[in-house]
Structure formats: C-alpha cells, structure tokens
C-alpha cells in the first residue's frame, strides 16, 4: 500500500538548516575577519552543488546508453539531460565574474588559512571528469603523486572503479559503432565519400591555380599546404593510418565510430539521422563548454594570483591553461569537421536507403 501522504514545511524539505548554517568562514575563527571570504565559500558551495545535479544527470544518460542497444526514444532524453548540463555549464561560466568582484588584495586577506585546500580536492569535479572519459595516463601531472592521492581510501576506490567501467566517450563509441546503413546493398558509404572528396579537392587545386590577384610562388605554397589536408583525409580512407593514429595518441575515437559520426554529420537532413547528430552536438556543447570553464578559471586565476604557485602544488596558472587543451575528451568529434564537404558534392543515397532514413509521414499511401 502506497505510503499515506504528510505536509511538509519548506525549510524542512529543502534542508535549509543544514545549507545555511554550512558557512565557517576560517578567517573568523582565526579573529582576522575577512569580508570575502562568504563569498567565496557560497560561490564554492554553488558550484559543489551544480556538479551534483550535472552527474545526476549524465549518470542517467549513461545508464541509458549502458545496455547493448539504445532505445531510440531515449535519444530523446539523451538530448533533453545533456542540454540541460549544457544550461547549467554556462551559469558556471558566468560565476566566475562574481568570483571575480573579489580582488587579488581581498583574497590574501584569508588565501594562507586555506593551504592545502583546494580545487584538486573536488572529488565530484574529478568525478565528472573521469565519466566523461579523461584517462589516468592522458592528465597533466603536476606532482610526481597520482591525481587521486588527495581524496579518502573510500573515494579513491570509487575513482578507480569509474575509470575501469564505461565512460561517456566509451558508450558513445560503442553506439556509434553499431549504426547501421555504413554499407547498404552496393552503398558503401567510405567509398563514395572518397570520390566526392577527390572531386572537391581537384575542384580547390583548380581554384587556386585560375585564380587572379595570387603569385606563382603563392600558388605553389598553397597547393602544397592542400597536401596536408590530402593526407588528413588519408587516415579516413585508410583503417590502417587511423588505427596508426590512434596508437599515437593524436586520435581517441575508432575507426568504425568516427566514419559514423561522420556519416551522421554529413547526412545530418535525413530524418532518421537528425536526432543522432543533435545528440553529438550536445557532446561537443557539453566539451566546449568545459573548456571555456577551464580557460575562464585559469585566466580568473592569473588576474588573482599571477603567477603564484596554488595552494594545492601546482603551477598554478601555467598548469590550468594547459589543462584546458589537453583534458578534452570528445576532441575527434570537434574533429568531424575537418572532413565535412559542401552538401553540393555529397554523394547521393540510394532510393531504398534515402526511404529508409525518412518518416514517410508524407508518402503517398495510395
Ligand atoms: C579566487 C578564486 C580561485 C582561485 C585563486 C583558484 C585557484 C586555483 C589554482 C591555483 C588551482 C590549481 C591547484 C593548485 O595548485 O592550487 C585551482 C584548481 C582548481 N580549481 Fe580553483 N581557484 C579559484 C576558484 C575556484 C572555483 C570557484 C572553483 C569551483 C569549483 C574552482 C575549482 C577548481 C578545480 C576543479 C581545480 C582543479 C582543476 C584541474 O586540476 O584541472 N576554483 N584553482
Ligand atoms: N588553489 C587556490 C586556493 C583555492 O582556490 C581554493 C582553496 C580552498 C578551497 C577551494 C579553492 N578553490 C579552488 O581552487 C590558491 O592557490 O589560492
């Protein structure tokens, strides 16, 4: 039998005792009150609490992508929760213009009661990053102990357990992996790509060379730098580099997984596809935005400290700006774009396939 309900009061049910009475401002207790120091601890508190609804919900979109199959309706949701991270990640973009209505003489007021503290000791922001997909191996060390040194015997183990299951970027390899229509009857999708793409860089070489107003020497330079991207292409005509690629480390994503994201990128107007590419848009939002969180952070830090090493070891400004370009995890999805031709030389689909991947609302039934 279903519980009987009871009333509750507003402070009871939103724990407001316990939240608001959640502010020790160390300075006070050190009889050297600094009027900042609120600040400082909500904005934190605000943020601690942002990650959690943001691994509540990518926590749920896992779980979705967690079973051999995905149920198309839960792209769906897919798109709804990762937006909503997404809405989320730009307020904690902009928190950090309150943050910064503190100013570096403000903050040393109470900085040397803080040490060792600090964001390294984030045990949701770590969590946050490991689901997403960033590998132990691929972290900018800062000191000669691991990442996860810094937390619980407790917490460390459920760092380690996150790291050995499927991250975010495993599941949507996966995914991508099983979508079907990369080879349809005498389709084969790598092969006509490949000729468009032949047909689109003759058509740039040509360009180059007709073109007024540009030198011989210029010409012959810019037809040369068209080589690099020839041989970009290369490693999507050929499994073999991909794979060489990947051994490297320059890419992340297999070769099956990104002819898909590519497919799905390209053909993003059939019907059937536009739910997978806002899906994968949503990943790119949802990197980009770290980024821009990561890069706003460090800046903010430079304007408040210089170059001052952090309170928990690091380099401080020198460490997060390189964070920012090297913790990415869904680059070779940024990456898609290098290998996108204009629509006007995408290869046709065949009439059966073209079917296949529309409503057919509109069909004539008769
Ligand atoms: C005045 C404000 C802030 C300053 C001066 C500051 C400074 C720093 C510094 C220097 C580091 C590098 C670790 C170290 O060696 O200490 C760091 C890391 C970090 N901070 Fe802040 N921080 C500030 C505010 C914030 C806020 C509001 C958050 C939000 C949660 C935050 C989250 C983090 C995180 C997650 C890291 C680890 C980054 C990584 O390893 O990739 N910080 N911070
Ligand atoms: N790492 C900062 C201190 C700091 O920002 C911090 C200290 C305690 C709790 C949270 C912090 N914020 C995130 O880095 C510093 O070196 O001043």
Request: proline content about 2%; aromatic content about 10%.
């Given at each position: 039998m279903d519980k009987e309900l009871s009333s509750i009061h507003y402070d009871e049910y939103l724990q407001l005792k316990k939240i608001l009475d959640a502010q020790h401002l160390r300075s006070v207790g050190f009889n050297k009150p600094a009027h900042d120091e609120m600040l400082f601890i909500i904005v934190h508190q605000v943020y601690e609490l942002w990650f959690k609804e943001i691994?509540?919900?990518?926590?749920?979109?896992?779980?979705?992508?967690?079973?051999?199959?995905?149920?198309?309706?839960?792209?769906?949701?897919?798109?709804?929760?990762?937006?909503?991270?997404?809405?989320?990640?730009?307020?904690?973009?902009?928190?950090?213009?309150?943050?910064?209505?503190?100013?570096?003489?403000?903050?040393?007021?109470?900085?040397?009661?803080?040490?060792?503290?600090?964001?390294?000791?984030?045990?949701?922001?770590?969590?946050?990053?490991?689901?997403?997909?960033?590998?132990?191996?691929?972290r900018i060390s800062y000191t000669q102990c691991s990442y996860s040194g810094v937390f619980s015997d407790k917490e460390q183990k459920i760092l380690d357990e996150l790291e050995k299951g499927d991250s975010m970027f495993d599941l949507v390899e996966k995914w991508l992996e099983r979508t079907p229509f990369l080879q349809?009857?005498?389709?084969?999708?790598?092969?006509?790509?490949?000729?468009?793409?032949?047909?689109?860089?003759?058509?740039?070489?040509?360009?180059?060379?007709?073109?007024?107003?540009?030198?011989?020497q210029e010409k012959q330079l810019r037809i040369n730098m068209m080589g690099e991207t020839k041989t970009y292409f290369n490693s999507i005509f050929d499994e073999a580099i991909h794979d060489q690629k990947m051994k490297e480390g320059t890419l992340k994503l297999s070769y099956k997984a990104t002819i898909s994201a590519l497919l799905i990128n390209l053909y993003r107007d059939e019907p059937l596809l536009r739910q997978p590419f806002m899906f994968l848009q949503k990943l790119v939002d949802m990197d980009e935005l770290l980024t821009t969180w990561r890069n706003r952070h460090a800046q903010m830090v430079l304007r408040t400290l210089g170059q001052k090493i952090g309170t928990g070891g690091s380099s401080g400004y020198d460490y997060l700006k390189t964070t920012a370009d090297k913790h990415r995890v869904f680059y070779d999805l940024h990456n898609i774009s290098t290998l996108l031709i204009p629509r006007s030389f995408l290869p046709e689909l065949p009439k059966e396939l073209k079917e296949k991947l529309d409503f057919n609302f509109s069909k004539d039934k008769s």
């Amino acid at each position: 039998m279903d519980k009987e309900l009871s009333s509750i009061h507003y402070d009871e049910y939103l724990q407001l005792k316990k939240i608001l009475d959640a502010q020790h401002l160390r300075s006070v207790g050190f009889n050297k009150p600094a009027h900042d120091e609120m600040l400082f601890i909500i904005v934190h508190q605000v943020y601690e609490l942002w990650f959690k609804e943001i691994l509540h919900d990518l926590g749920s979109v896992m779980e979705l992508f967690s079973e051999g199959t995905v149920i198309e309706s839960h792209i769906g949701v897919a798109i709804s929760r990762l937006d909503r991270i997404s809405k989320i990640q730009k307020i904690l973009v902009d928190q950090i213009d309150i943050i910064e209505t503190m100013t570096p003489l403000d903050f040393l007021d109470f900085r040397n009661y803080l040490l060792p503290a600090s964001g390294f000791q984030s045990f949701q922001f770590r969590q946050l990053e490991v689901s997403l997909g960033l590998k132990r191996e691929r972290r900018i060390s800062y000191t000669q102990c691991s990442y996860s040194g810094v937390f619980s015997d407790k917490e460390q183990k459920i760092l380690d357990e996150l790291e050995k299951g499927d991250s975010m970027f495993d599941l949507v390899e996966k995914w991508l992996e099983r979508t079907p229509f990369l080879q349809f009857e005498a389709f084969d999708f790598v092969e006509e790509y490949k000729k468009s793409v032949g047909l689109m860089l003759n058509r740039e070489e040509q360009a180059i060379e007709s073109a007024d107003y540009i030198s011989t020497q210029e010409k012959q330079l810019r037809i040369n730098m068209m080589g690099e991207t020839k041989t970009y292409f290369n490693s999507i005509f050929d499994e073999a580099i991909h794979d060489q690629k990947m051994k490297e480390g320059t890419l992340k994503l297999s070769y099956k997984a990104t002819i898909s994201a590519l497919l799905i990128n390209l053909y993003r107007d059939e019907p059937l596809l536009r739910q997978p590419f806002m899906f994968l848009q949503k990943l790119v939002d949802m990197d980009e935005l770290l980024t821009t969180w990561r890069n706003r952070h460090a800046q903010m830090v430079l304007r408040t400290l210089g170059q001052k090493i952090g309170t928990g070891g690091s380099s401080g400004y020198d460490y997060l700006k390189t964070t920012a370009d090297k913790h990415r995890v869904f680059y070779d999805l940024h990456n898609i774009s290098t290998l996108l031709i204009p629509r006007s030389f995408l290869p046709e689909l065949p009439k059966e396939l073209k079917e296949k991947l529309d409503f057919n609302f509109s069909k004539d039934k008769s």
